[in-house]
């Protein structure tokens, strides 16, 4: 009677454990196809929280070891626009987005882009309240290097599905003219504020001149809807294993 007591709580025990390991590794998820390009997104990378979610910040090491990865595992780093205008010859192919446009992109995120001959693209949103966001002095340095695309994020990180036709419209069109006035350059990608967004407000971004836009909605697949796209997200919690999961599925965890 003991004896059964106690298989049946370890079973319980080994079947909960399964669960949870299920639920944070997705190995169980069918892999993606090689040939589609792996769109990550960031926000923060830095060595605290500090006011932001804790989510949202990648240190500086995690992010190191990421890179390292996907050396090691022999992806090519492209901006957003190189990626929308195609006839790549790699197979592995990665974009590193990093959304909002927070200072330490510029303090702790570039200078691994630099050691890494990585490439980025940035998502800026020049009047969105309570971070410490890229100057324009840092912004121009971090363009050219080459290494760095800017690209636009709304001007006050407004949800874009909720808003006024003329507010919506208004911001999508500011922050392209903002972001060109910074860089002398046309900018051609757009990042939906909390991945919010419907056909009309697609249509804005198409409407403004905009080459593609990315969500945060997670998967990987072929550039089909340019406007629409897909990326892999990066926490602050996401071990090694997780990443790599996330790199061949899509995304790690439910």
């Known amino acids: 009677m003991i004896l059964n007591m106690i298989l049946a709580i370890w079973l319980i025990i080994a079947t909960v454990g399964f669960i949870y390991l299920a639920a944070h590794y997705n190995f169980w998820r069918s ?3 090689k040939t589609h390009p792996r769109i990550l997104m960031y926000h923060s990378i830095n060595h605290n929280a ?3 979610h804790p989510d949202l910040v990648v240190t500086p090491a995690n992010f190191k070891a990421q890179l390292q990865y996907l ?3 022999h992806y090519q780093f492209f ?3 190189e990626l929308i205008a195609g006839q790549h010859p790699a197979s592995t192919l990665v974009a590193l987005t990093f959304d909002d446009g927070f200072a330490d992109n510029y303090t702790h995120m570039f200078p691994l882009l630099k050691e890494f001959n990585a490439k ?11 971070i410490n ?3 324009k002095q840092q912004i121009q340095e971090m363009q050219a ?3 760095v695309e800017f690209g636009a994020h709304t001007m006050t990180h407004l949800n874009l599905a909720q808003a006024p036709d003329d507010i919506a419209q208004n911001e999508i069109l500011q922050s392209k003219i903002h972001v060109e006035s910074i860089t002398g350059v046309t900018c051609n990608s757009f990042a939906y504020p909390y991945g919010r967004l419907n056909e009309r407000t697609a249509n804005y971004v198409k ?3 905009f080459l593609c836009a990315v969500t945060v909605k997670k998967g990987i697949e072929a550039l089909t809807d340019t406007y629409m796209i897909k990326r892999i997200s990066v926490l602050g919690k996401t071990n090694i294993v997780q990443f790599h999961i996330a790199l061949t599925r899509g995304r790690y965890r439910v």
Request: net charge positive; with cysteine.
């Open 120 to 130: 980025a693209t940035i998502f800026l949103c020049p009047d969105m309240p309570k």
């Open 31 to 33: 892999k993606a196809s």
């Open 207 to 209: 409407n403004a001149g």
């Open 79 to 81: 901006t957003m626009s």
């Open 50 to 52: 500090g006011i932001s």
């Open 145 to 147: 290097t080459g290494l």
């Open 133 to 135: 966001k890229l100057t």
């Open 71 to 73: 050396k090691k595992n």
